[in-house]
């Protein structure tokens, strides 16, 4: 199947700004199941765009403004060739096939900065830490649990809540969720990490997800399989329609745009976005792109 993106965003200031270098995290993961065929990038206002890879081997792009601007955009265009994929086909190690894993030395040592969370909290029993239950039942059951106890809600901007403030309010974004689960599944002994990237649906109605947002789960190691999606949001594992643009251990690390502007004062400033879906006439399938936020 092809899928086609086509994004653009727009950023105004006030004022002419300094802005600092940006970093952009959109480009769609190549595995073998996702082969982009084309992808073009642009980033405006004048910038110098520097591709690398990251720490956690993204693909990113650096953006250097050389002088003040009031306005820069981007606008992303890439067509990817999806192979269908059953999230549930692998097997396990045998020291994976029960929560906590039993990883073995090596992983450890691979390991060691995706098993340590945060602050402990008190979790619901589906989620909360217990001895050897099977691997696979416990994971659905905790990203069924979520999906199902807590509501989905829009909000565009700031940083994902504090699983403890989530768990008060049992309402979030696909963030929210994703930092909850984050912290069960570390608390649970498994390696975890954050994905940002595409969700994008066919003749599914009842995905959460907004029309403009990027969407955000996470992926669990798991010894004999790997690294296996999981989203929380909307109770599943992560199949073809997931399509991850950048892993990370916080927040930041997965952020699709990074970057401040500098200025004498207080700067008001406005996003604007346009996006366009325009999957192949020939197959009846939508995406869902993201809004990055907006600097400052």
Not at 55 to 78: H, K, Q, S, V
Not at 167 to 195: H, P, S, Y
Not at 200 to 226: I, M, T
């Amino acid at each position: 199947m092809i899928i086609h993106i086509d994004y653009h965003a727009a950023y105004q200031y006030g004022a002419e700004v300094s802005l600092s270098p940006h970093v952009i995290r959109v480009f769609p993961r190549r595995d073998m199941f996702v082969r982009v065929l084309d992808l073009q990038f642009h980033c405006g206002g004048g910038a110098d765009i520097q591709f690398r890879r990251d720490l956690f081997d993204n693909e990113t792009a650096y953006c250097f403004f050389p002088a003040d601007t009031n306005a820069f955009d981007i606008a992303l265009r890439a067509s990817l060739e999806v192979t269908s994929r059953n999230a549930l086909h692998f097997l396990l190690d045998s020291h994976g096939t029960n929560i906590p894993p039993r990883y073995s030395d090596t992983e450890l040592i691979q390991l060691q900065t995706y098993l340590t969370g945060g602050p402990s909290i008190h979790l619901p029993a589906p989620l909360a830490p217990a001895a050897d239950r099977p691997t696979v039942e416990t994971l659905m059951t905790m990203v069924r649990w979520m999906h199902e106890q807590i509501v989905y809600e829009r909000r565009d901007e700031g940083p994902p809540l504090p699983p403890r403030e989530l768990l008060a309010r049992m309402k979030g974004t696909c963030r929210d969720f994703t930092a909850l689960m984050l912290e069960a599944l570390r608390q649970n002994g498994v390696a975890a990490r954050l994905v940002s990237g595409f969700l994008w649906k066919a003749q599914v109605e009842n995905e959460r997800g907004a029309d403009d947002d990027l969407h955000a789960w996470v992926e669990a190691y798991l010894p004999g399989a790997g690294w296996i999606g999981l989203d929380p949001t909307n109770g599943t594992f992560c199949d073809h329609h997931a399509i991850a643009a950048a892993a990370g251990l916080t927040p930041d690390d997965i952020a699709p745009l990074s970057g401040t502007y500098y200025g004498h004062q207080q700067i008001p400033s406005r996003l604007s976005t346009r996006l366009i879906t325009a999957p192949d006439k020939s197959q009846d399938q939508k995406l869902l792109l993201g809004r990055l936020p907006a600097s400052g």
